[in-house]
């Protein structure tokens, strides 16, 4: 599924051009701190010159949009909603406090979290940015020219960046490349990114099917090899154990894991339960267990279960709630987060110790498809607070405040009620579940009463 216009180099720059001089526009949102302390009535002020917390720069081509009347009784609520006039947003990115957005435009903006405050942008000559992915003070961008941008930049009072590289790095005019070596740039749009901490690895997917790693430190191409039978939309790397998943159009999710002895990358599994192209994954782990997150175009979140000992992923049933295809997802511990073709973000939560998931809420702010999302915990106290970005093909990028109360099923005695606990919640409970994962359980539970 491919949202990107089909827009020319000079409609582009076009966009970027600063407009008239203008007031910027103002809005007061309210901190969380006083939403709790003070009894009264949420309403956005008009905009405002000379009255307000945060602006816009003058030759951005952003507003602030009003913000609904929130209830004191929701659990979440709507504090940033900015509205950009041309082009839509096709990734976002969160590092450092601060929040980075690619759109249609060849520069990427820059906010401060959690208010949206805007602090600048990088721009690049190379068109429109497909995705960005970023870790500490490290983003990587891909554009219009299938190639990638690496970028450094320093959080002070002043937003700085730099370009520090480009994948893959030029060459010199008089250099010839080798005879029967093809060159290791991309040959259609890279959709997708995940950046391997520990070894300095990126890598890259792309709809000419095929992934790539790059090693960071000499930006050069260590590996290459044709992953699916269609367009990849979905990577992502696990930081403990350098597993490599990858998500395709042609339904399928495959695991790769790499050859220590060399650069290449072998594939270890390959899970497919639906037929419907994949357009997002997501990883949740903690203390050695696993569950794997695909959203499909036919509305459905397919999630596996590690198992403790092995790199094996048992699929554990599917999320059912979305009407149309699922675009998007991340993670937060337990918690998952899903956009949709529907215009509505879901939120769900995984019981700890079993399959179980519930739906929390779902908001629905917006007016169009939600393509990307960012998340990130707030605070951890007895209620919970997450911060979710979401960009829309509405053309607006929203942040929401989500409070998450403590689940009161958990505080039963698991001494008295644990047995019963688990069969009702792992069999009953859950989604429609996978009739092996069923049949595994039940066996295991079998041949231990032996």
């Not at 081509?61 to 929701?74: A, F, H, K």
């Not at 959690?114 to 970023?134: F, T």
């Not at 002070?156 to 060159?183: A, C, E, H, W, Y």
Request: hydrophobic fraction near 35%; include cysteine.
């Amino acid at each position: 599924m491919d949202f990107y216009g089909k827009r020319t180099l000079l409609s582009l720059m076009e966009n970027e051009k600063p407009e008239p001089p203008q007031s910027p526009v103002h809005l007061r949102v309210q901190t969380h701190r006083e939403i709790s302390e003070q009894d009264v009535q949420f309403s956005p002020p008009r905009p405002s010159s000379s009255d307000g917390m945060f602006s816009m720069m003058p030759d951005s081509p952003w507003t602030l949009s009003p913000l609904p009347t929130p209830s004191p009784s929701l659990l979440y609520h709507c504090i940033a909603s900015l509205h950009r006039h041309e082009g839509n947003i096709y990734a976002i990115a969160a590092s450092k406090g601060l929040v980075f957005t690619g759109s249609n435009s060849s520069r990427i903006r820059v906010w401060k979290q959690p208010d949206c405050m805007d602090r600048g942008y990088l721009k690049a000559r190379s068109g429109e940015v497909r995705a960005i992915s970023a870790y500490s003070n490290m983003l990587f961008s891909t554009h219009k020219d299938h190639k990638i941008r690496i970028w450094t930049f320093t959080v002070s009072d002043n937003f700085k960046s730099k370009k520090v590289g480009t994948l893959p790095r030029k060459t010199s005019i008089l250099m010839f490349p080798s005879r029967g070596k093809s060159t290791p740039r991309h040959k259609d749009s890279v959709s997708c990114m995940a950046y391997y901490h520990s070894e300095g690895l990126l890598y890259t997917g792309s709809h000419d099917r095929t992934v790539k790693a790059w090693r960071v430190s000499d930006r050069k191409c260590v590996d290459s090899f044709v992953a699916h039978e269609d367009n990849i939309n979905a990577i992502l790397v696990n930081q403990d154990d350098a597993c490599l998943f990858t998500g395709s159009s042609d339904g399928s999710v495959k695991i790769w894991r790499r050859v220590y002895t060399e650069d290449s990358h072998t594939l270890t599994m390959t899970l497919k339960f639906q037929p419907s192209p994949v357009n997002a994954l997501a990883l949740s782990c903690s203390f050695n267990h696993g569950f794997l997150y695909s959203g499909s175009s036919d509305g459905m979140i397919n999630f596996w279960e590690k198992e403790r000992l092995c790199y094996r992923f048992n699929h554990g049933g599917f999320l059912q709630g979305h009407r149309f295809a699922v675009l998007c997802l991340a993670t937060v511990g337990n918690m998952i987060f899903s956009g949709s073709e529907d215009t509505t973000i879901r939120v769900w939560r995984r019981e700890e110790g079993s399959c179980y998931h519930e739906c929390l809420t779902v908001l629905d702010g917006h007016r169009g498809p939600v393509r990307c999302l960012a998340a990130c915990l707030e605070m951890e106290k007895v209620v919970m607070g997450f911060l979710v970005y979401s960009a829309s093909l509405d053309q607006t990028f929203k942040v929401w405040r989500i409070k998450v109360l403590p689940d009161e099923k958990m505080c039963m005695d698991y001494s008295d009620q644990c047995e019963a606990r688990v069969k009702i919640r792992d069999y009953d409970m859950s989604p429609v579940l996978s009739p092996s994962w069923v049949e595994k359980k039940l066996q295991a539970s079998y041949n231990f009463h032996q």
